[in-house]
Every structure is written in C-alpha cells, then in structure tokens.
C-alpha cells in the first residue's frame, strides 16, 4: 500500500507560479511511477504529467508544455510539479497519483492517490 500526500495548492493570479508537492509512503519509491492529473469543475480528469525511474522518463500533456515540469527528490519520496505562466484554464483540483514500475497517462491506469489539492488561477 502506497499512501500520497499533496501540498501546495492556492490561489494566485494569471501568470504567477505554484509548485505542488508529493509525498509517496514507500520503501520502493524507485519503483513508483508518479503521475499529476487535474480535474476542472465539469470537466473530466485529465493527465498533466508523469514521470518513472523505468526508463520511460517524463511526460507532459502539450497544454502545459514549457510552462510546467515534474520532477523528483528520491531522497525524500517525493514528486514535485512547477507551475509556471498559469492561466484561468490551469484552475482544477490537482491529484497525485502512483503505480508501479511504469507511467501511464490514463488515470485508470493508477492504483494510488493523493487526496487532490486546489488550485485557482484568477485573471
């Protein structure tokens, strides 16, 4: 059993910064596969990045491309996700996820969340 827990959600205006945290409850985080999905009110859940140790890499969803990076501080167990230039359209309940061994971007795919953080982007 894996147990994720998130932080750093909030508010803040139209082309300003946020970075989420995850923490992941496990001997074996190498072997995690770790995932950030968002869903806006009304909207379906939607991948924005992932990232393995498997050899897959990282991943982001071309919305975000070149405005937010997922990355990893394996010493702590933890996932991180930078957001920058954030736009109304970034407004969503950010989820951690986990699986093993390999990322997937279909959130089915994962057997492990967080409990969601918001995140209101105002213009």
């Known amino acids: 059993q894996v147990q994720l827990e998130e932080s750093g959600g909030g508010w803040v205006q139209a082309g300003g910064s946020l970075k989420l945290s995850c923490k992941a409850s496990?001997?074996?985080?190498?072997?995690?596969?770790m995932a950030w999905f968002r869903q806006a009110p009304g909207k379906e859940r939607e991948i924005v990045a992932a990232?393995?140790?498997?050899?897959?890499?990282?991943y982001e969803v071309d919305s975000v491309k070149g405005r937010f990076t997922i990355s990893a501080d394996p010493a702590r167990n933890t996932i991180f996700l930078e957001m920058n230039g954030l736009k109304p359209e970034d407004t969503a309940v950010y989820s951690c996820?986990?699986?093993?061994?390999?990322?997937?971007?279909?959130?089915?795919?994962?057997?492990?969340w967080g409990q969601g953080t918001q995140v209101t982007v105002s213009s």
């Open positions: 990232m393995d140790w498997a050899g897959r890499g990282t």
């Open positions: 496990t001997r074996t985080f190498s072997n995690l596969a």
């Open positions: 996820a986990a699986r093993w061994f390999r990322y997937e971007i279909t959130s089915d795919a994962y057997n492990y």
